[in-house]
């Protein structure tokens, strides 16, 4: 069996504790080799982020330098085009061979959405999808997608690593309600977002005069 790498997309802007923790979780629940931070440079599905690429790739390397077994990969911040997960994962597929099991990991939003994303028909061709949810909450999965997960749902960790993609595993996974959107607002009034964000950042954020505000 082989370890299978988590890969974890976003715009982080900033990344928080949510992120890090949903990451962290992933890996010591599924035994993965490592999990790969992933900043977007144009997100499909959601506003263009405020602040600039370089700016979320620093702040995403703090955060993974103070954390084991996460690590960043750049590749989508060096497109011009969308960050579409399918040309990532057959990027990553043809590195590392058609052996290596992956697991992008997402948040119960992005299933229950997925029938919308670009060729997402194709994603479980390639990676395992490892899906963050609340305990005892049942997702509100539409006919199609209720039919993908009747068809490639597990809950059987070791699944993951005996082959390199095709199954939906649900996260036990308690969420955080911290979001970028609230830590950017807070940061716009001059509150002071500790706790929410690994101190780097923060402090990387401060030097910057990043979200148009000073923290106190």
Not at 64 to 80: H, K, S, Y
Not at 129 to 144: C, E, I, Q
Not at 190 to 215: F, H, K, T
Request: charged share 20%; net charge negative; hydrophobic share 35%.
């Amino acid at each position: 069996m082989t370890a299978p790498i988590g890969l974890l997309g976003g715009t982080f802007d900033p990344i928080h504790i949510a992120h890090l923790r949903t990451a962290i979780q992933a890996r010591e629940q599924l035994g993965l080799s490592e999990v790969r931070l992933m900043p977007n440079h144009i997100p499909p599905h959601r506003a263009t982020p405020d602040s600039a690429p370089e700016h979320r790739l620093a702040m995403t390397r703090l955060a993974a330098a103070a954390t084991p077994g996460l690590t960043v990969d750049q590749r989508e911040l060096n497109r011009t085009t969308p960050s579409y997960t399918v040309d990532t994962l057959i990027e990553l597929r043809a590195e590392l061979g058609p052996s290596q099991p992956l697991c992008f990991i997402m948040g119960m939003d992005s299933l229950c959405s997925l029938d919308k994303w670009h060729r997402w028909q194709e994603l479980l061709d390639y990676a395992h999808l490892v899906v963050s949810h609340r305990p005892g909450w049942t997702p509100d999965l539409n006919p199609t997608l209720a039919g993908l997960y009747n068809s490639h749902g597990t809950q059987d960790r070791e699944a993951l690593h005996l082959v390199s993609g095709g199954h939906i595993f649900l996260l036990d996974n308690p969420e955080l309600e911290v979001s970028s959107t609230q830590i950017r607002d807070c940061i716009r009034r001059g509150n002071n977002p500790q706790y929410l964000l690994p101190d780097a950042v923060e402090n990387y954020i401060r030097q910057q005069g990043l979200y148009s505000g000073s923290m106190v």
